[in-house]
């Protein structure tokens, strides 16, 4: 019973998406077909331990959920009209999906009204990964250490927000799909960074969170083909995750990108990132925040030792990403380049300018770049400061393990 419990949940994790997907465009509400899906799950645990499970489990479950949905039609006298389109919509017996039906459709809708700019980041991210990422309540909490009824609370008023909005259900045209896509972009973005870098706890990663991402930015790219950003961040992303086997030592503690294995990098990973960056660059006449992103990456990603890392083409990709995304942080990332390219009193400058600004006042890489800065300068007893004004303002703690022993290093 166990193992078909199991087997059920496996099944209903992958096809949730898909059923959620299809069930919003009958229901035009993103809570009531989650609820639904939920109700047909149920009635699976019930039935597929005894009967068997379906030969086409997805569209048993699709099948059953709109039954519960005119069930609830029913009861709630919903309108005449209402329930003849609820009806016509529900095919008389269980048909194997056709591949040519608009399901990829559906999923880019669900996608777009989850990440609506309706709603905030926090709620978009946690949405997007409950019906999306098919994760938990609990398991979105436990990924980015928040409370599990915060996540619960955000969630809810999440699918509040777009029901009091009435978000279309569908797939925008002009600049406003554009703009929606943005949305979804940002959100799997944030995730992946999430993941690839945790930003408070014990770990230094969370692999999961960086497998959700880059499944969904994948998905988007079947989806949204013509998209040059959609390929130039699905290639940042497995381009960065070619380098998860080797951030981590055997205790869990963080590997610095310059002294990682490069052997242990994985090859299919960068490839595909690589064949993902030339059909970005092969769609747009000009490179996006997530294609220059993904090309700095690429650098890395093609020099076989540290040594023969492009040190000035990096420092030229950031100027460029400078002038298409400005940011502070960006300016940070040039000046570690600029450091490694032309010396660390060439980064340091920049650094300094950054601190004069206090652009970045409590970001904790701002010391720890200075730092490291200073330690190439000989100038020990600063970089030692630094160090440990960046391991106090970190919350994550293998980091500030990091910063600690290396402030240490300086004597």
Not at 32 to 53: C, F, H, K, N, T
Request: hydrophobic fraction near 50%.
């Amino acid at each position: 019973m166990t193992t078909a419990r199991g087997a059920i949940e496996a099944v209903y994790r992958i096809e949730a998406p898909r059923l959620i997907a299809g069930l919003t465009r009958f229901v035009r509400d993103v809570g009531l077909a989650e609820e639904l899906a939920q109700d047909a799950l149920v009635i699976a645990l019930e039935r597929w331990p005894r009967d068997g499970v379906p030969d086409n489990p997805g569209a048993w479950l699709m099948t059953t959920a709109k039954h519960r949905a005119i069930d609830r039609a029913r009861r709630a006298k919903l309108a005449v009209r209402k329930h003849e389109e609820l009806a016509a919509d529900l095919p008389d017996a269980i048909e194997p999906r056709d591949p040519d039906d608009d399901v990829g459709d559906d999923l880019l809708r669900l996608m777009l009204v989850a990440c609506h700019p309706v709603l905030s980041t926090e709620a978009r991210v946690a949405l997007t990964l409950r019906l999306l990422g098919g994760l938990t309540t609990e398991e979105i909490a436990r990924a980015f250490l928040v409370p599990e009824p915060t996540i619960a609370q955000r969630i809810v008023r999440a699918k509040r927000t777009l029901a009091e909005a009435k978000v279309p259900f569908e797939v925008p045209r002009g600049a406003d799909r554009f703009a929606r896509i943005a949305s979804v972009l940002e959100v799997i973005y944030l995730v992946f960074n999430e993941g690839y870098t945790a930003t408070s706890g014990d770990a230094w990663l969370r692999r999961e969170l960086c497998d959700d991402a880059l499944r969904l930015g994948r998905i988007l790219a079947e989806l949204a083909p013509g998209e040059a950003e959609v390929h130039g961040l699905v290639a940042l992303m497995e381009l960065q995750a070619s380098r998860l086997p080797a951030r981590l030592g055997p205790g869990g503690e963080p590997i610095l990108l310059l002294e990682q294995n490069r052997a242990r990098w994985d090859h299919l990973l960068i490839q595909r990132g690589l064949i993902s960056l030339a059909r970005a660059e092969s769609i747009a006449v000009g490179r996006g925040r997530y294609a220059i992103e993904a090309a700095i990456a690429a650098c890395h990603a093609r020099a076989r030792t540290a040594e023969a890392t492009e040190w000035p083409r990096i420092a030229a990709l950031y100027a460029s990403l400078a002038m298409v995304v400005p940011s502070p942080v960006v300016e940070l990332n040039r000046a570690v380049a600029l450091g490694m390219a032309l010396g660390p009193a060439a980064g340091l400058e920049v650094v300094d300018q950054l601190v004069e600004s206090h652009a970045l006042d409590g970001y904790h890489l701002l010391p720890a770049v200075r730092g490291d800065l200073l330690v190439k300068l000989g100038r020990l007893a600063e970089a030692k400061l630094e160090l440990e004004r960046a391991a106090a303002l970190t919350r994550n703690a293998r980091e500030r393990d990091l910063l600690l022993a290396r402030a240490a290093a300086c004597g």
